[in-house]
T-cell receptor, first 113, second 116 residues
Framework: KAGVTQTPRYLIKTRGQQVTLSCSPI?????VSWYQQTPGQGLQFLFE???????NKGNFPGRFSGRQFSNSRSEMNVSTLELGDSALYLC????????????FGNGTRLTVT | DQQVKQNSPSLSVQEGRISILNCDYT??????FLWYKKYPAEGPTFLIS?????DKNEDGRFTVFLNKSAKHLSLHIVPSQPGDSAVYFC???????????????FGKGTKLSVKP
């Protein structure tokens, strides 16, 4: 069974631009969550989608948004990029049944210059 | 305000011995706890989890212990192997609401080095 797939693996953008990251969950998984990892803050929850609906949102500005498609694939978008948005963005999927662990992809490394 | 704390940034053990990684939490509403292992340039890999209704869960060389009164959990790896060298994250989740899995609150991680 294929794991969580994230594209692209690396991305370099300049301040003020916008970026879209993509995530394909494990087949059969209906919940997709996004996390940001930085050296200072560690792993922080961005948002969670289930059945194309945002179910939960972390404490990030409105520049961070996402969506989920009918096939459970998800995208996240960051507009008006800032230097501080440089981070590893991780997508995770789960079965969304009771206590189901999250399974993470290898992330997209975003560098904002 | 760190709700999940891993107070040891690093741990070094000898191959074959036991590794004990610790985690403390502050929120008594957390109902599900997980441990992840992370290698550089890879995403976290799920290792083992425990529900708040249990105090122990075992999977091969990995055992997680939960002490709810102390708000403390630990991961035991026996025997430790050089391939276990990685950063280990403890995570906690609040209650599941509807179809939501809630969000995971992660500790800052403990870097485990297992020496041959």
């Amino acid at each position: 069974k294929a794991g969580v797939t994230q594209t692209p693996r690396y991305l370099i953008k300049t301040r003020g631009q916008q970026v879209t990251l993509s995530c394909s969950p494990i087949s059969g998984h209906r919940s997709v969550s996004w996390y940001q990892q930085t050296p200072g803050q560690g792993l922080q929850f961005l948002f969670e989608y289930f059945s194309e609906t945002q179910r939960n949102k972390g404490n990030f500005p409105g520049r961070f948004s996402g969506r989920q498609f009918s096939n459970s694939r998800s995208e996240m978008n960051v507009s008006t990029l800032e230097l501080g948005d440089s981070a590893l963005y991780l997508c995770a999927s789960s079965l969304a049944l009771g206590n189901s662990p999250l399974h993470f992809g290898n992330g997209t490394r975003l560098t904002v210059t | 305000d760190q709700q999940v704390k891993q107070n040891s940034p690093s741990l070094s053990v000898q191959e074959g011995r036991i590794s004990i990684l610790n985690c403390d939490y502050t929120n008594s509403m957390f109902d599900y706890f997980l441990w992840y292992k992370k290698y550089p340039a890879e995403g976290p890999t799920f290792l083992i989890s425990i529900s708040s209704i249990k105090d122990k869960n075992e999977d091969g060389r990995f055992t997680v212990f939960l002490n709810k009164s102390a708000k403390h959990l630990s991961l035991h790896i026996v025997p430790s192997q050089p391939g276990d060298s990685a950063v280990y994250f403890c995570a906690a989740r609040g209650g599941v609401m509807g179809g939501s899995q809630g969000n995971l609150i992660f500790g800052k991680g403990t870097k485990l080095s297992v020496k041959p």
